[in-house]
């Protein structure tokens, strides 16, 4: 009984272990989005490409992203991969006066797919997808 | 330069900043604050006497008859001979074929079903704060704090109808380090310690939206934004005392 109690923790553990890495990885990309540095710590393969672009085009157009995004209802649906919903309501694109970007208009919160992958047991965000639904 | 920006955003993983720049995923439908989105169903009718014109579905081998004509080329001037051959239906007139006289118009009608989308998208401006006297000022003495929210229309047109946007805001809310709050947007307080405080204000907008000679959409969304940070340094000044002997 002892071994079985044992053995369900262990499993637990295992479990609820990637969720609070991958949370900590999600946020951790979320500041580097901000600050617009650092994302090799957090962001490997196809995410990574993709947000050192993304931030070489901000860079190029004179804009700046204020605030960070947050990730809300992390919830796993495979070894690698899990669903989330982006709250982008705190974030801001602002031009080089300050005022908001003319942009086109995006929803304040999508779900998006994530992949991760475990890199000396470290979780990194291999890809992160956005769907077309809200959440 | 947005047409650049979409072509970038379609490599394959997305990521926030990219998302942030509405560069991932459809359209959000009409669920962001400053935007309209439209979309216009309709119908119409085209006429066209080229057989074949149509365009639907596969093509498919074209159905051939065996065709009798004179050999002057008509089926109403008869000749000695005859020529009999394999024609493509409706390619010519054969004899025996029903003749019916020419009246000019459509032959056929297709229905041309059409649906047009239109977005039209406004950003409101950041609201701009700043306190009086500025720089620093000492304990206990009066402080002022201004915003302007910098209220905005922004005209546009939608779905070929002149549109308007605007963001007028409806209250504010002044923060401070010390936990201090104030609710207008010239805002007087003074500070009891010496030392460095930061302030910042945040607005809030109505958005309402017009289409053509329609009446303004009232609060169709709201927007929280927040001011520049101030940074007010408070002081306490040196006082000498003077001795009149």
């Known amino acids: 009984m002892r071994l ?106 999508l779900a998006v797919l994530i992949q991760f992958q475990d890199i000396n047991n470290q979780l990194f965000i291999s890809s992160l997808e956005v769907g077309e639904a809200k959440c | 330069m947005l047409v650049e920006l979409a072509m970038l955003a379609a490599a394959a993983s997305c990521d926030i900043n990219k ?115 500025g720089d620093e000022t000492e304990y206990e003495e009066l402080v002022r704090f201004y915003v302007d929210p910098r209220n905005k229309s922004v005209p546009g047109a939608l779905l070929g109808e002149a549109a308007t946007i605007r963001f007028t805001a409806t209250s504010i809310a002044w923060n401070f380090s010390d936990g201090g709050r104030g609710f207008s947007a010239s805002y007087s307080r003074e500070f009891k310690e010496v030392g460095s405080y930061k302030a910042f204000a945040t607005v809030q907008y109505r958005v309402d939206y017009k289409i053509g000679l329609a009446n303004w959409l009232l609060s169709a969304a709201t927007r929280e934004l927040k001011s520049n940070v101030l940074d007010v340094l408070v002081v306490k000044y040196p006082r000498r005392t003077l001795l009149v002997g």
């Open chain 1, 4 to 109: 079985i109690l044992f053995l369900s923790l262990v499993f637990l553990t295992g479990c609820s272990a990637p969720g609070a890495n991958l949370h900590d990885a999600l946020s951790g990309y979320a500041q580097s989005a901000e600050s617009g540095y650092g994302f090799d710590q957090y962001l490997v393969g196809e995410a990574l490409d993709s947000a050192i672009q993304t931030q070489e085009m901000l860079d190029e157009l004179g804009l700046v992203s204020m605030g960070q995004a947050e990730f809300k209802e992390l919830e796993l649906v495979g070894k690698t991969s899990a669903m989330a919903c982006m709250d982008l309501s705190a974030l801001t694109v602002v031009n080089s006066f300050g005022l908001p970007a003319d942009l086109p208009p995006r929803a304040n919160q």
């Open chain 2, 19 to 133: 998302a942030a720049m509405g560069l991932c995923g459809g359209c959000p439908d009409g669920s962001a604050a400053y935007a309209i989105c439209a979309t216009e169903a309709g119908g119409g009718t085209g006429s066209s006497n080229l057989p074949g014109s149509s365009n639907a579905g596969p093509k498919k081998p074209t159905p051939m008859k065996l065709c009798n004509y004179y050999v002057n080329g008509s089926i109403d001037r008869p000749t000695l001979g005859i020529i009999s051959a394999w024609v493509p239906v409706g390619s010519r007139l054969c004899i025996g074929d029903e003749v019916v006289e020419y009246t000019p118009g459509p032959s056929w009608q297709e229905r041309i079903d059409t649906e047009i989308s239109d977005r039209f998208a406004a950003s409101s401006n950041l609201p701009v704060a700043w306190w009086e006297p």
